[in-house]
């Protein structure tokens, strides 16, 4: 969590042993420990600084960077192998589009997302560069809703929102073949070339494959990244609306230069 005033702590619970002042603790398996210089307990929303906590005791320390969710805090490396099980949290009903009214608060507006996606690990933050959209996404409106409140209300940022824009993509359905011819004028001998390729469907999330096929030299080994870089180019622009393409397989199995 994030205080206002003290700034970013971890929260445990202790289930076994006692923690003082001083002590030297390590993270999950990490190999190197930090000192407990200030140890708080927590009751509700208050601290008290105190100097020493045992089982059962809820407590936070201040300003530990590395602690994240889950983590498991031991004295010796003996402990390196006791985990968490993780636990799942529900995917994500609800989403918002965001954008800050203020201008110049696109920063404070990224940071204090980060922090809240540390402290919730059921909230999910998303860019989506094609649209230029800040998504966040929860359990529901009533989630969203507070997270809102809370930006507001602890980091002074206030936020327009809409419905998300849909992320649209293209693909294809069956196989083909087509070929492409370079030619350009630029004086002297000029460039030209020309490619065969094989365009194949793949499984929904396969995502983009990329093969040469080629024998014999008709197009030399390097101009096969070029041919590779157009391709991507292309299926950056879709091929009938204009959206990304995707879960294609593309092969170049001849050419002529």
Known sequence: MTDPFIGRMGVFRIHQG?????SQLYIGDGRKAFRVNHLLKLQGSQSQEVSSAGPGDICA???VD???FDAVLHDSHDKDHFY??????PEPMSSLAIDTIRHGDERKLSDALHRMTLEDPSLMVEHRESQNETI???LGSTHLQVVLEKLQAVYNIDVGTRLPGIPYRETILEASVGHHRHKKQSGGSGQFGEVF???????RGAGFQFASEVVG???PSQYIPAVEKGVREVMNTGAIAGY???DIRVVVYDGVQ
């Open 61 to 63: 320390v201040a300003k």
């Open 136 to 138: 966040i996404s929860g």
């Open 84 to 89: 968490l099980e993780p636990l799942a949290c």
């Open 197 to 203: 390729l094989r365009i194949e469907p793949l499984p």
């Open 244 to 246: 990304p393409m995707q």
């Open 217 to 219: 030299g008709v197009i």
């Open 66 to 68: 590395n602690i994240h």
């Open 18 to 22: 006692t923690v003082t002042t001083g």
